[in-house]
DNA sequence: TTCCGAAACTAACAAACGTTAGTTAGTTTT
DNA sequence: AAAACTAACTAACGTTTGTTAGTTTCGGAA
């Protein structure tokens, strides 16, 4: 049994629903439309998950584990902070066109969580913020980075990627390393010549 | 009479709809959670507004005329291109902060434009940024700019000032001056040292 | 073939939705 | 003073919402 996973309706309606909340946002989504998408009755779905905010929630936070599973793991390689930086640039890209819809529902959506929810969000959230932070502030005091605010850097380069889920198609020919090869460059060297 | 603007109830429901629908989005929000705000009763409102939906529209497409008229003053600006994208920068902080609501409805509620709305909008933008995007080209052209991907670097800029929207606060203690030479700096110069 | 549980169905619920109708009090116009 | 207008109200409308209950279908194991 190496690593056959198996496609379980559970996993079908998660999908689906990544793709209708990416659309219509999570409050116009409504359960009948996701059903229509899947297959079955509305009724159907509750034989498989427990709610609407159910889907929420497993959307949100598993892609934010995965989004702190992978920081962790470039932090611990040996390498510059600007490789650093530029891994997490590439990695950002790469969730972002894997798994566009559920990324997508992460940005937008998880303001819909319960309020329980919410919290340990925010805090998920906020925990990764100060971690991309930290790198940046460590390549400052390395010389590798120019002495800049911070703040604005780290949310200059996240909100920079963010982007790439409203524009990236397959369509218009540019590979994903490509892109990130692109976003990279402007970002550590900016647009003057 | 010298512009003494006269504060209309239908002014201030835009105001307090605009605030609703950045906290709970479109589908989210309720008419009578924002009569509640506004301090009459649902049904009352509408002796002032024809629908929920024209409160999106006159949201999304009062913003958005804003911002065609700054970027064609600018435009005309005899100071060379760098110069023209730094004031571009510059005016979409401008906007963020002085009508941060209004702003964060058309970046993520111009979805729920009715159909027919929505393609007028999405031909309003994308007009802005085949204009931004030629200023860019430009500069290029004069040898101002790297020869960077346009579209890449047009997206990146624009990302990057949305997220001035999820960040900014008085509380802070960052001008919006600073704000923008900052973002200005990153964008131009990146941050590699 | 029989049996059983999983997964589909139909029907219905209560709550919430945007909106309309009808009315009333207060103000402005004629 | 009469008429018209403005802006608020209460009540209700017809839908749509997420969800539950009860029933039927169906594939695989005994």
Chains 1, 2 share one sequence.
């Not at 590439?90 to 529902?105: G, K, L, P, Y």
Request: aromatic share 8%; charged share 30%; hydrophobic share 45%.
């Amino acid at each position: 049994m190496t690593s056959v996973q198996k496609i379980t309706k559970r996993a079908i309606i998660l999908k689906e629903a990544a793709k209708l909340f990416k659309e219509k946002g999570f409050g116009g989504a409504t359960m009948r439309d996701l059903a229509e998408r899947v297959g079955i009755e509305a009724a159907s779905m509750y034989n498989h998950i427990r709610s609407k905010d159910e889907l929420l929630e497993e959307i949100c936070f598993g892609i934010g584990r995965k989004y702190d599973e992978q920081l962790s793991q470039i932090d611990q390689k040996k390498i510059t902070y600007p490789e650093k930086i530029e891994a997490v640039i590439a990695f950002h890209i790469q969730m972002i066109i894997e798994d566009a819809n559920a990324v997508s529902v992460l940005n937008n959506d998880w303001k819909f969580l319960n309020s329980g929810q919410m919290i340990e969000f925010k805090a998920m959230r906020n925990e990764y913020e100060k971690h991309l932070a930290a790198l940046i502030s460590k390549g400052i005091e390395q010389g590798a980075f120019k002495k800049i605010n911070v703040s604005v850097a780290l949310f200059t380069i996240l909100s920079s990627l963010r982007w790439v889920e409203l524009w990236y198609k397959p369509s218009r020919g540019i590979s994903k390393e490509d892109l990130a090869k692109d976003i990279s460059a402007i970002l550590m060297n900016g647009v003057k010549a």
